[in-house]
């Protein structure tokens, strides 16, 4: 499984865009980058996922570098609502696959 | 969309007993469940996996005769952590797929269960 790294806590101001770097440098061809968030005390949520194309949903989307090795989550119009660990894991496109979370980013949306 | 629902949302208990913690899919069918655990301001820890009926398979290091999983349904899934200590309070959350469907690569989480051993 690929390895994933985040910065460790962000903010923006409401109404803002935030935008989430994550690296994957030792992504392997097959697997895609999904991305879920935690919002305190409550259980993650899926936000996004994606293998090359860049994707946009009405949640969010996702910009992945044409290598691959990295991939930034963009939320266009961030809300105080949104603040949550955002969580960038690598892993195949299978039901049955286990998310392996790594620290994720911490991020604040300021009034 | 799918839901996944945790019983209980909280439960204390004192040390040495058991307590068992349910995880339902509610609208669908989940042949694959799966088990995490939480401790404050950490990230979820991959604990099992659970496959309705056979055996739940362990991550390295959790204590399968500690942390005992049953899935005899397609919609239920338990976790029974036995003899429980204050170490293992904790913030237990389960998660779902739903298989078939367009979107069976998302992963539905339940809500959680606070587990608080005295």
């Known amino acids: 499984d690929a390895k994933t790294t985040q910065p460790p806590s962000m903010d923006c101001a409401e109404g803002r865009a935030a935008n989430l770097p994550c690296n994957h440098s030792?992504?392997?061809?097959?697997?895609?980058v999904y991305w879920y968030r935690q919002i305190h005390s409550q259980g993650p949520q899926y936000i996004i996922h994606?293998?090359?194309n860049n994707e946009t949903n009405e949640m969010a989307s996702l910009i992945i570098t044409e290598d691959r090795k990295s991939s930034t989550l963009i939320l266009p119009h961030a809300t105080l609502r949104d603040t949550a660990v955002y969580y960038c894991?690598?892993?195949?496109?299978?039901?049955?696959?286990?998310?392996?979370f790594g620290s994720g980013t911490r991020l604040l949306v300021r009034p | 969309g799918a839901v996944v629902s945790q019983h209980p949302s909280r439960v204390i208990c004192k040390s040495g007993t058991s307590v068992k913690i349910e995880c339902r899919s509610l609208?669908?069918?989940?042949?694959?469940m799966f088990w995490y655990r939480q401790f404050p301001k950490q990230s979820l820890m991959l604990m099992a996996t659970?496959?309705?009926?056979?055996?739940?398979?362990?991550e390295q290091g959790v204590e399968k005769d500690k942390f005992l999983i049953n899935h005899a349904s397609l919609t239920l899934s338990t976790l029974t952590v036995t003899s429980a200590h204050p170490e293992d309070s904790s913030f237990y959350i389960c998660?779902?797929?739903?298989?078939?469907?367009?979107?069976?690569?998302?992963?539905?989480f339940g809500p959680g269960t606070r587990l608080t051993v005295t």
């Open positions: 609208d669908f069918q989940a042949t694959t």
């Open positions: 998660s779902a797929s739903h298989p078939g469907q367009p979107h069976s690569y998302e992963q539905y």
């Open positions: 659970s496959n309705e009926g056979s055996k739940a398979t362990y």
């Open positions: 894991i690598a892993g195949l496109m299978d039901s049955s696959y286990k998310l392996i």
């Open positions: 030792t992504i392997s061809g097959n697997e895609y």
């Open positions: 994606g293998l090359k």
